[in-house]
C-alpha cells in the first residue's frame, strides 16, 4: 500500500519518493489518496508513473480517503479500479497555475492552463462517461462531491460504507479552507514552466514513460512547501537514499 497524504509537492507527498515506491511494486498496487492537491508537476509525474505501471500490465487499485481534490483527482483518475467511502469529498476544477509577468505572459499561461484543464477534462469524461463539454462546464464551476455522489456521477466504481456521523457540509467546508492553505503554498513555493507542465501531460491515449518525462525537464525548482532548515533537509536527502538501496 502507498499512501499519498497532504499536499502534493511537499515533504508528506514527495512526487520522487512516489514514484520511486511505485517502480519498485511488483503486481497488484493499492494506492491510498487522502490530498486536496498541490503542485501541478508533481501530479502529473506521479500519474504518469501509475500509468506507465498499469501499461507493465499491472493492476492499480485506488482508495479515496477524506479529500481527493483538485489535481489528487486527476491522479485518482489513472487507476484500474477507484473506490472512495461515504465520507470521502471529492473535486475537480480548472487547472490552478501560479502566474508572474506582463500582459503576455498572462495571456500565455491563460491559454496553457485552458489547454491543461481540457486534457484533465478528457480523462475525467473518459472515466465518468459524462460528455467532455458538460465536464469542462463542471470544472469551470469547481465542483464538490460527497460519498455516493461521487459513485453517482461515475468518478468512482466503488464505495465503503464507514458509517461516519460527519455531514456533507462539514466536510466541503473542511476541504475548501484546506484548499485555500494549499493554493497559498503554490503561490508562494512553485516556479514552473508551463511549456513543460503541457509537455508532460499524456495526450488522450498517450502513455508517456517517466524518463522521457524526466528528460524533458530542463529545470524545476524544487516543488514542495519551504524547508526551513538544512537539517530537515539532509533528513529527507538520507531517506531516499536509503530507500533506493534497498
Not at 489518496?33 to 501530479?43: P, Q, R, Y
Not at 499491472?58 to 484500474?80: D, L, R
Request: proline share 2%.
Amino acid at each position: 500500500m502507498i499512501r499519498i497524504s497532504g499536499v502534493i509537492g511537499s515533504w508528506d507527498a514527495d512526487p520522487e519518493e512516489i514514484i520511486y515506491l511505485i517502480g519498485k511494486s511488483n503486481g497488484r498496487l493499492d494506492i491510498e489518496i487522502d490530498s486536496v492537491g498541490g503542485s501541478v508537476i508533481g501530479g502529473i509525474k506521479i500519474a504518469n508513473a501509475i500509468r506507465d505501471y498499469i501499461a507493465k500490465g499491472n493492476e492499480v487499485h485506488i482508495i479515496g480517503g477524506a479529500v481527493v481534490a483538485s489535481i489528487a483527482t486527476y491522479i485518482a483518475m489513472q487507476g484500474t479500479s477507484f473506490t472512495v467511502r461515504d465520507n470521502t469529498t471529492f473535486m475537480i476544477h480548472n487547472a490552478y497555475l501560479p502566474v508572474v509577468g506582463d500582459y503576455n505572459s498572462l495571456r500565455k499561461a491563460a491559454d496553457l492552463s485552458e489547454g491543461l484543464s481540457t486534457i484533465l477534462a478528457k480523462d475525467y469524461s473518459k472515466k465518468s462517461k459524462i460528455n467532455e463539454k458538460e465536464i469542462k462546464a463542471l470544472m469551470s464551476e469547481e465542483s464538490y462531491y460527497y460519498g455516493m455522489e461521487i459513485k453517482e456521477k461515475g468518478f468512482a466504481d466503488e464505495m465503503k460504507d464507514t458509517e461516519t456521523d460527519l455531514d456533507k457540509n462539514a466536510a466541503m467546508a473542511l476541504t475548501i479552507e484546506t484548499l485555500k492553505a494549499c493554493n497559498n503554498a503554490i503561490i508562494a513555493n512553485e516556479n514552473v514552466s508551463f511549456e513543460m507542465v503541457a509537455q508532460m501531460l499524456p495526450s488522450e491515449d498517450e502513455v508517456i514513460p517517466i524518463e522521457a518525462v524526466e528528460n524533458q525537464i530542463v529545470e524545476i525548482e524544487e516543488v514542495q512547501n519551504s524547508i526551513p532548515d538544512l537539517t530537515a533537509k539532509q533528513k529527507r536527502e538520507r531517506t531516499l537514499n536509503l530507500l533506493k538501496r534497498k
